[in-house]
């Protein structure tokens, strides 16, 4: 018996059959060849193989998981044609004289591990990918078949890390649960976990020399641990609790259709957050009552320019007609900082959390705020939607911002484009916002509050940083205080008060938050009917 502990992705129990994927580890052997321009083209030929390969887990990811997972294979694309990489790979060869599978194993071992050195966490994350693409190249090279995990027995997944194209040709009935010794919670692994409801660990120090595929296992991640050939009354223990945790998934099953609302009376919303198009289908399928965050930045990474105005119209209107009525709350492009595009060109900054991002870009850069409002503007005739506005930080913003909106409309009444006026709020999201809300709510229709940067510029403690993790608290009495304040203000104008950030979903605070007179929280979808049951039981 084996037992190890890790960080919960995603919270739940499961037992059953351990399927390991290793690494490509099958050692690449250095041989010497004398025809340089030979291996070469074997490069190349492995190349083309490669992105036709590419390609089809692209469509496939599109179906099954949607545009903002699927646009990795297109950055994969994109990595494979990168003159750096080749040359590094085709120099190796002609210098050393070395067989193409060691000089891209070699390469992509290079390349990785530079990434893995830098010190943007976008580009940090991109050290998987460079790997990932490498093996696939080996892998043709050599004549390997693709992984298959099709005829998989639904297993718990353990491996050393998951890149992007593993996670997603796995057969998501197969999966049990995640075990990765690598990864962080940004990861797609995780991203994908939480949206399925997988129960995932990370960050689990497994020496996968020790275990085997086949072998049994338990992961408990409501405890944070996973046991390796548990004993018998583990076993027994483990499959007593999945079954009171079947149990509360079918009472919250039974929550569908009912409202929220306490036993006294009181009613809030409870919507769900979003990143893609195709996420809708978890939203229903949780019964959310609207989208109150649809991070709209997602159509905007992974490609290699901006999306269209014509494009951003298809998605918005496609969540729109979805959703049939129900509040859709898009937010506009929180890009910077984290969520890092090449073609936006924003250079390097020491403190691209305090930097150029979201509204601020929007502002200076009008030409990209106004496709994505016309877009918005005009998707608005087919349903519900309303527009949010991230980072804000001043009075003298928004009006800006309202100057802009006003310019947009009068082009679409000037062409006659169909268009409707959607309702307009912002995000208290900084410790200024949350100071001047008294003077913001006289200007807009609702305030969400970002809990996940108001958090870390209130508390001067950067929400990515894993050394901070202890540091980081929502729950400290300023953040508090300043949610009181927050719908205090709005509710003084009518206006009505969410909260979008992870806080929402914290069961603690959920009496709390009904308490404070909160309107609405909007939540991954996973937790709405887990808020639901609290809302339903309470007695505020
Ligand atoms: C937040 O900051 O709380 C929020 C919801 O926005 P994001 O997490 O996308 O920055
Ligand atoms: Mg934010």
């Not at 692209?58 to 994109?78: C, N, P, R, T, W």
């Not at 269209?308 to 859709?328: D, L, R, S």
């Not at 400290?476 to 003084?492: D, F, G, P, S, W």
């Amino acid at each position: 018996m084996l037992k190890l502990s890790g960080k919960a992705v995603y919270k739940g129990i499961v037992m059953g059959p351990v399927a390991v994927l290793g690494k490509d580890d099958q050692s690449i052997k250095r041989t010497k060849i004398t025809d340089a321009d030979a291996e070469i083209v074997r490069v190349d030929k492995a190349g083309e193989q490669a992105k036709a390969q590419l390609q089809k887990l692209y469509d496939k990811a599109l179906k099954e998981v949607g545009e903002s997972s699927a646009a990795i294979f297109e950055v994969h694309q994109m990595m494979l044609e990168d003159e750096d990489y080749l040359d590094a790979i085709h120099n190796m060869i002609r210098t050393e004289m070395v067989n193409a599978e060691y000089a891209v194993a070699v390469t992509g071992d290079n390349f990785s591990e530079m990434f893995a050195g830098m010190d943007n966490d976008y580009m940090k994350a991109r050290a998987a990918d460079i790997k990932d693409i490498s093996n696939r190249l080996v892998r043709n090279l050599t004549g390997r078949e693709d992984m298959s995990l099709t005829d998989m027995e639904p297993s718990i997944i353990v491996a050393d890390d998951l890149s992007p194209s593993e996670t997603v040709q796995m057969d998501k009935e197969k999966i049990l649960a995640f075990v990765t010794v690598h990864g962080s919670t940004n990861s797609h692994t995780a991203i994908l976990a939480r949206m399925m409801n997988i129960p995932a660990l990370i960050g689990v120090e497994v020496d996968l020399n020790e275990i085997h595929t086949g072998m049994k296992a338990v992961v408990d991640s409501l405890k944070g641990e996973v046991i390796f050939d548990p004993s018998e009354d583990i076993y027994a223990e483990a499959e007593k609790k999945i079954q009171e945790e079947q149990e509360k998934y079918r009472l919250l099953q039974s929550l569908k259709g009912k409202e929220n609302v306490t036993r006294s009376g009181r009613k809030i919303h409870i919507f769900a957050n979003i990143g893609s198009v195709s996420d809708v289908g978890y939203v229903l399928e949780n019964d959310a009552g609207g989208i109150g965050l649809f991070r709209s930045e997602f159509l905007y990474l992974g490609r290699d320019d901006f999306p269209t105005e014509e494009e951003q119209f298809q998605a918005y209107k496609q969540v729109a007609q979805t959703m049939a009525g129900k509040k859709v709350v898009i937010r506009t492009l929180d890009i910077g900082a984290d969520k890092q595009v090449d073609y936006f060109h924003l250079g390097r900054e020491d403190n691209p959390a305090m930097g150029y991002r979201a509204i601020r870009i929007c502002l200076k850069q009008p030409d990209i705020f106004k496709t994505q409002l016309r877009a918005l503007l005009r998707a608005a005739v087919y349903g519900n939607i309303s527009i949010m506005y991230p980072m804000i930080i001043s009075v003298e913003e928004v009006r800006q911002i309202q100057a802009i909106v006003s310019e947009v409309e009068a082009e679409l009444k000037e062409k006659e484009i169909p268009y409707k006026m959607p309702e307009q709020g912002i995000m208290i999201e900084t410790p200024a916002a949350v100071m001047v809300s008294d003077e913001l709510a006289e200007l807009v229709d609702f305030f969400s509050i970002g809990t996940n940067d108001l958090t870390q510029y209130t508390l001067a403690v950067d929400r990515q940083n894993e050394r901070l993790d202890d540091f980081y608290n929502p729950h400290h009495k300023a953040i508090l205080r300043m949610l009181r304040m927050v719908t205090e203000n709005a509710h003084k104008c009518g206006k009505w008060v969410g909260i979008c950030g992870e806080l929402g979903a914290d069961l603690e605070l959920t009496e709390e938050f009904l308490r404070m007179g909160i309107d609405e929280l909007s939540v991954a979808p996973s937790m709405v009917l887990k808020i639901r049951k609290i809302v339903r039981e309470s007695e505020v």
